[in-house]
């Protein structure tokens, strides 16, 4: 199985700043790579699919990036706002079984 | 609009039988890949089911194999989740989501509010 390992696991920032999430593959997934929002109590919400696609109705200050072999991914939120305190998850649809990482707590500072 | 309503969950017993389902709406259900994502209370998500769009075709981890069965209807617009011999480490909040494309190459980008199941 492909082991989907997120950093950091948790993280404090304010509004405004500028944040990054990775996530390491360990092997290569090729640009099969999705990132999902979850908030307290609600379902996942797709942001970023295939590495860098943004999903529709997703705003523009998330983007997604991958270095490389198809191992290394980054989710970075230009600039933060209140709605985007949550907890964040990467996922390869690559290979069966799908796994996801174990998530990044993005917590207000 | 999309939309992916779970029912079905509760609390059951070890060792009994249970049978989620999810209705959808808002696309064209017999064209796109079908999912379960799990998620035990205050832990990370887990996938433990996908169908192809047809039902031909249907995938399941290890952890899982043996005991879920996924099917769906495409008449009726339905996904369902059948979990036998139910652990307690079953215990989650059970995802009904819809992939991306139909049979391969697909992400999960619509999900369901979840189904709690409680198995104790």
């Known amino acids: 199985d492909i082991q989907m390992t997120q950093s950091p696991s948790s993280l404090s920032a304010s509004v405004g700043d500028r944040v990054t999430i990775t996530c390491r593959a360990s092997?290569?997934?090729?640009?099969?790579l999705v990132w999902y929002q979850q908030k307290p109590g609600k379902a996942p919400k797709s942001l970023i699919y295939?590495?860098?696609?943004?999903q529709s109705g997703v705003p523009s200050r998330f983007s997604g990036s991958a270095s490389g072999s198809g191992t290394d991914f980054s989710l970075t939120i230009s600039s933060l706002q209140p709605e985007d305190f949550a907890t964040y998850y990467c996922q390869q649809y690559h290979y069966y079984p799908i796994t996801f990482g174990q998530g990044t707590r993005l917590e207000i500072k | 609009e999309v939309q992916l309503l779970e029912s079905g969950g509760g609390f059951v017993q070890p060792g009994e039988s249970l049978i989620l389902s999810c209705a959808a709406s808002g696309f064209t259900f017999s064209t796109y890949v079908m999912g379960w994502v799990r998620q035990a209370p205050g832990k990370g998500l887990e996938w433990v089911s996908s169908?192809?769009?047809?039902?031909?075709?249907?995938y399941f981890p290890d952890s899982v194999k043996g005991r879920f069965i996924i099917s769906r209807d495409n008449s009726k617009n339905t996904l369902y989740l059948q979990i036998n011999s139910l652990k307690a480490e079953d215990t989650a909040t059970y995802y009904c989501a819809k992939g991306s494309a139909a049979a391969s190459g697909y992400y999960f980008d619509y999900w369901g509010q979840g189904t709690l199941v409680t198995v104790s």
């Open positions: 295939a590495e860098s696609r943004l």
């Open positions: 092997q290569g997934v090729g640009n099969f």
């Open positions: 169908i192809t769009d047809t039902g031909a075709n249907t």
